[in-house]
């Protein structure tokens, strides 16, 4: 019996994690990208190293639940290891990584979900490992194009009232549920802010700030709490992130909305899942009418950054801005450096 045949779905976790490897093994050879039986050993130990580590924690860590923490802790449990010890040097992780991202989207694909991009995302903050096997260590950014953010930006403020407007549009946020504003609000404060999206999943109703602010009440930056990989942090938003955050505020103490998230699943509070945001940011990038990009989160975050630097703010103020070390920036000076525009 093939393993496409197996059950998908109320197996164990080494189960999950064996059947998800062989699935995509199995279709690399269908497509003739995978023959050498060398290379095919390859893989099966790097997955089977990961595969390993995973089910030896405490719970075992499956392939839905697999986060940035789970992969930097493993990164840190291998780093600096005699080769002999299988250590994972940059070239080594980046070929790791990029496995274990493409046997979870296969997996994604074969059951029908959307796929968990820790992976991607891991080597999105990890531009040491990201580029180990390139030519230049420093490729360009993707981002929005000026047109692209404007439209995008339109599209978010919808959401809120916008007095000076024709009835019709001025009152046209009334016809959106508090799950639509809050999926629009998200977006904003990722392209306003320079949120990832765990970022976003972890605001608290205490992360709005808007004292000191030129406009009462309006939030002018949020306090990001530390998430073990990265400290905390506040990072300035957008005057219209600003905007559309105020309003958001308000609609959720009128739904009365429980909890402390500043983003729950939930009219209880509940936690926003990682993949119920992913889909909702996916879907409000669709329906504005720009390509979703795996959620686009990246290309909005990268926008902000560039975006700041564009206007004069040194590149270790923008660092902080990002929680990411100094040299990320590196990156985004060519860019700067050129013609384009960004908004």
Not at 222 to 239: F, H, W
Request: glycine share 6%; net charge positive; aromatic share 8%.
């Amino acid at each position: 019996m093939s393993t496409s045949s197996l059950p998908l779905f109320d197996e164990t976790p080494a189960e999950s994690h064996r059947l998800a490897f062989e699935q995509w093994l199995d279709g690399q050879r269908a497509s003739g990208s995978l023959r050498q039986p060398a290379s095919v050993q390859v893989y099966r130990d790097m997955w089977g190293a990961f595969a390993a580590w995973c089910l030896g924690q405490s719970p075992a860590v499956t392939l839905a639940s697999l986060d940035l923490q789970d992969l930097q802790a493993f990164q840190a449990a291998r780093f600096g290891r005699k080769s002999s010890d299988l250590s994972l040097s940059p070239r080594h992780a980046l070929k790791l990584v990029r496995l274990i991202d493409r046997v979870l989207r296969h997996h994604a694909a074969e059951t029908d979900m959307p796929p968990n991009t820790a992976a991607s995302d891991w080597l999105e903050s990890h531009p040491e490992v990201r580029y180990a096997e390139s030519a230049h260590a420093d490729p360009l950014p993707e981002f929005l194009s000026v047109a692209e953010a404007r439209h995008l930006i339109t599209f978010l403020s919808n959401a809120r009232p916008r007095p000076g407007l024709s009835a019709a549009r001025r009152d046209a946020h009334a016809a959106f549920t508090w799950q639509e504003l809050r999926n629009r609000t998200a977006v904003a404060l990722q392209l306003g802010g320079g949120l990832t999206p765990g970022d976003v999943r972890a605001l608290t109703l205490a992360s709005p700030v808007s004292r000191g602010g030129r406009v009462r009440d309006r939030p002018w930056k949020v306090a990001v709490p530390g998430d073990g990989n990265s400290l905390a942090r506040e990072t300035p938003i957008a005057s219209w992130a600003g905007e559309l955050l105020q309003h958001w505020l308000q609609v959720r103490r009128e739904a009365a909305i429980e909890g402390t998230f500043l983003f729950p699943s939930t009219r209880a509070g509940k936690p926003w899942g990682k993949e119920s945001q992913y889909k909702c940011a996916k879907a409000v990038l669709e329906d504005a009418g720009l390509d979703s990009n795996e959620g686009g989160s990246f290309r909005l975050r990268h926008t902000f950054a560039l975006r700041q630097l564009r206007r004069g703010f040194e590149p270790e103020m923008v660092a902080r801005w990002l929680g990411v070390e100094p040299e990320v920036m590196d990156r985004y000076k060519r860019v700067v450096t050129t013609p384009i525009d960004v908004v």
